[in-house]
């Protein structure tokens, strides 16, 4: 008696075309229909592992970690040289989700660069950034700006030690003025020294010394009279706001 047998059903031709288009594994280079490309690893269809990613509108080059097609784990960011021509570093550091987060460095200019942690592409937490005009900040940062504890120290050496708010000196703070030989200590609003005290500080080897000495102090209790002073000024700021 004949054994009948099921045909075998012929898988449609557009399953295997599309097994084949799937990325996985390292890859030679991907373009875009923009014109980006990509050279690297990939996993499930989405750039994952080791990869350089090119920009082709700004030229940005990406060498780094992917993870799910994002820049995640350790890379760098170069951009080319509008005079150059050639790629100049802009970002080295670490990645999450497509963003600079954890510890990096950041050029912004020749002689300008920050280094230290980022969240959400933004400077957060500790850091320390060089300024063009040789100004140096190091300190607590919060939503790219200084903020927290933090220190200040200008090109001539000058420095001020103390509270930041929103990239300002804000609460408590010292200042140095070396140059005069005399520091002032007290509290700060938004840049300007409200309350204090001022003394002398290392007066006879500074290089341009205040020409008159500070009077001497003739009330009994000063720091009291500061603390007073001090809480009436947060009054009238709190009832302000």
């Known amino acids: ?33 923009n ?3 990509y050279v690297g690893e990939w996993n499930d269809n989405m750039k994952h592992g080791k990869g350089t990613q090119v920009w082709k509108k700004k030229g940005a080059i990406y060498e780094g970690d992917w993870k799910f097609g ?10 080319p040289d509008q005079e150059t021509g050639k790629y100049k570093k802009v970002y080295s550091g670490w990645w999450k989700d497509d963003k600079k987060s954890g510890y990096g460095i950041q050029f912004f200019g020749p002689k300008e660069y920050y280094e230290g942690e980022w ?5 957060s937490g500790w850091g320390r950034m060089y300024y063009s005009s040789g100004d140096i900040y190091e300190g607590q940062w919060w939503n790219d700006k200084p903020h927290g504890e933090g220190m200040l120290r200008l090109k001539n050496r000058n420095r001020y ?4 708010e929103r990239g300002m000196k804000n609460g408590s703070g010292r ?9 002032f200590e007290g509290f700060w609003v938004d840049n300007v020294p409200k309350c204090g005290t001022m003394i002398d500080f290392g007066r006879d080897e500074a290089p341009e010394p205040t020409q008159f000495p500070i009077p001497e102090v003739k009330i009994l209790d000063p720091d009291h009279v500061l603390q007073e002073a ?12």
């Open 35 to 37: 014109g980006d490309h």
């Open 161 to 164: 030690e103390g509270y930041w």
């Open 1 to 33: 008696m004949p054994v009948s047998k099921c045909p075998k059903k012929s898988e449609p031709l557009w399953k295997g075309w599309d097994r084949k288009a799937q990325k996985n594994g390292l890859r030679h280079q991907v373009f875009a229909v």
């Open 175 to 183: 200042f140095f003025h070396l140059d005069h030989g005399q520091l």
């Open 230 to 241: 001090l809480a009436m000024f947060k009054k009238t700021e709190e009832e302000g706001d």
């Open 119 to 123: 969240c959400g592409s933004q400077r």
């Open 70 to 79: 994002k820049r995640d784990g350790y890379g760098t960011l170069s951009l």
